[in-house]
């Protein structure tokens, strides 16, 4: 048996059944490799290595997750953790209870371990928005992992993780996902309960996990998903095996290719590893099918009002009051908010609650907002009838491979525009994937594409079958390679 840090969950199963390795064995390795590649990745925020050892000693490895360690987006509460959002403003901040996807993961056996960095408070593209620390691409340290879940991302990628929990606000499961060469699904929206993850955008938040194979994603989905009653967005569903369509082929499957999504500004080597992968698709069996999303220009726009409408009031109980950071020898009351939300929020929270402060107030709020949300009916309206023709969408997921740290990080509107081929999935509240399709050079470096599948809302275990069912044969070595040492 192979390293166990080399190996995916279903993999890692396996050797607890046949007793080649234990909890805690799996835990020390995954502690050694952490200790190794993390000081040039930065993937993990803080880990709790003795809990952690604990628990695994308890481990029942007959449960659907039995054993299995998980990192968890820094935005997740669970309890007794620090959950700070890669923000100043929580600094500090002890979560005191488990949010509900926790208390499932723990239910079916797995073991949380490890706080994953992320963008602050979730909104940014590259994880360079964290107050603490920059997380690295495996493939190449010298560039981004994505974001805003780039911590899951690469912590997966570079083999410091089996699996990582995410969230996905406007693309930041599956656009890391795509840039580290690894597998990331945003559910449907209400798929998975949101209570005891921190609010970005809530009409638009959804948690999903982040993995080394599709079959990982949908154990871990067998698990988390379901209502909650503590979340009156999640909804109530009968229960649903999300491996249920593994193993099959794309015989007879119809695919669309939105013309919208192949664009002028795309990096060409991107569109054309994107465009040989799904001529693999036609080529497993898939009836290519070309549709059109007319409205997908406006997405971005519409995205960055909706979404920084919701962070602006999310974000409004981070006054210092009850909890969080709290300025000092403020002179009154209204000295005590600004000095506090000014030294707690880094730039491009403080830039994304102006922007949404902004589109709310009165006498703009007609312009912007309620046009906006006018516009995501339409955008909506896209999806419906193109799923009316088509099985599934299939397009990239992100318009490049991985940029420089640094290089965009003062430009806010090329920035955003990383999204643009996420953003209208959380928009229409349907699930998304992404995984990996191929590899590009950049200056040397070999850098991963990542190829996007779209499903109708709910539609999960189809999404995930298709996947799979490309995974088997177009993913290659892709999801055992990063750039570190093995």
């Known amino acids: 048996m192979s390293n166990p840090t080399d190996l995916t969950i279903s993999s890692l199963q396996e050797g607890y059944r046949c007793g080649a390795f234990t909890p805690v064995d799996v835990l020390r390795a995954l502690e050694e490799r952490i200790s190794a590649v993390d000081p040039i990745v930065g993937a993990y925020l803080s880990r709790d290595f003795d809990t952690a050892v604990a628990a695994a000693e308890k481990a029942d490895i007959t449960l659907p997750l039995g054993g299995v360690p998980i990192g968890i987006k820094d935005a997740i509460n669970v309890q007794g953790e620090s959950c700070t959002c890669a923000s100043?403003?929580?600094?500090?901040?002890?979560?005191?209870?488990?949010?509900?996807?926790?208390?499932?993961?723990?239910s079916a056996g797995a073991i949380p371990f490890g706080r994953m960095n992320m963008d602050e408070f979730a909104m940014g593209s590259s994880t360079e928005n964290s107050a603490w620390q920059k997380t690295r691409n495996p493939w190449d340290p010298a560039r981004i992992p994505g974001g805003s879940s780039g911590g899951s991302a690469a912590a997966v990628a570079a083999r410091e993780a089996f699996a990582t929990l995410g969230s996905d606000t406007g693309g930041s499961i599956r656009q890391p996902a795509s840039l580290c060469g690894v597998v990331g699904l945003k559910p449907s929206y209400g798929r998975v309960s949101r209570y005891g993850l921190v609010a970005f955008a809530s009409s638009l938040?959804?948690?999903?996990?982040?993995?080394?194979?599709?079959?990982d994603c949908a154990s871990i989905m067998n698990v988390i998903a379901g209502k909650d009653a503590r979340?009156?967005?999640?909804?109530?569903?009968?229960?649903?095996?999300?491996?249920?369509?593994?193993?099959?082929?794309?015989?007879?499957?119809?695919?669309?290719?939105?013309?919208?999504?192949?664009?002028?500004?795309?990096?060409?080597?991107?569109?054309?590893?994107?465009?040989?992968?799904?001529?693999?698709c036609e080529h497993l069996g898939a009836e290519l099918v070309e549709i059109s999303l007319p409205h997908t220009s406006y997405a971005v726009g519409v995205y960055y009002i909706i979404a920084t409408?919701?962070?602006?009031?999310?974000?409004?109980?981070?006054?210092?009051?009850r909890y969080g950071h709290r300025a000092k020898d403020p002179k009154d009351l209204l000295d005590h908010y600004m000095r506090s939300r000014e030294e707690g929020f880094g730039s491009e929270v403080k830039r994304r609650i102006i922007l949404g402060t902004y589109v709310l107030s009165s006498g703009y709020y007609d312009a912007y907002y309620v046009k906006a949300q006018k516009v995501r009916t339409l955008i909506?309206?896209?999806?419906?009838?193109?799923?009316?023709?088509?099985?599934?969408?299939?397009?990239?997921?992100?318009?490049?491979?991985?940029?420089?740290?640094?290089?965009?990080?003062?430009?806010?509107?090329?920035?955003?525009?990383?999204?643009?081929?996420?953003?209208?999935?959380?928009?229409?509240?349907?699930?998304?994937i992404s995984v990996p399709c191929g590899l590009v050079e950049d200056e040397g470096t070999s850098l991963p594409v990542g190829l996007q599948f779209l499903g109708k809302p709910l539609d999960e275990a189809r999404l995930l079958g298709i996947a799979d069912a490309f995974e088997r044969e177009g993913s290659g070595d892709i999801l055992t390679r990063s750039g570190l040492p093995a």
């Open 231 to 280: 979340d009156s967005t999640s909804l109530d569903l009968p229960s649903e095996d999300f491996s249920a369509r593994l193993g099959g082929d794309l015989k007879g499957v119809k695919l669309g290719i939105p013309k919208e999504y192949f664009v002028d500004g795309m990096d060409k080597r991107v569109r054309e590893c994107v465009e040989n992968a799904i001529r693999q």
């Open 88 to 106: 100043r403003m929580l600094e500090g901040f002890r979560s005191p209870y488990d949010a509900t996807v926790i208390s499932r993961l723990r």
């Open 205 to 215: 938040d959804q948690i999903g996990p982040i993995a080394r194979s599709t079959r």
């Open 380 to 432: 909506r309206r896209d999806f419906t009838d193109a799923f009316e023709k088509v099985d599934a969408i299939v397009c990239p997921t992100s318009p490049d491979p991985a940029f420089k740290i640094g290089e965009r990080i003062d430009d806010p509107l090329r920035m955003y525009l990383a999204d643009i081929f996420t953003i209208a999935t959380n928009l229409a509240g349907i699930c998304g």
């Open 309 to 321: 409408a919701e962070a602006s009031a999310n974000l409004a109980r981070f006054d210092g009051v």
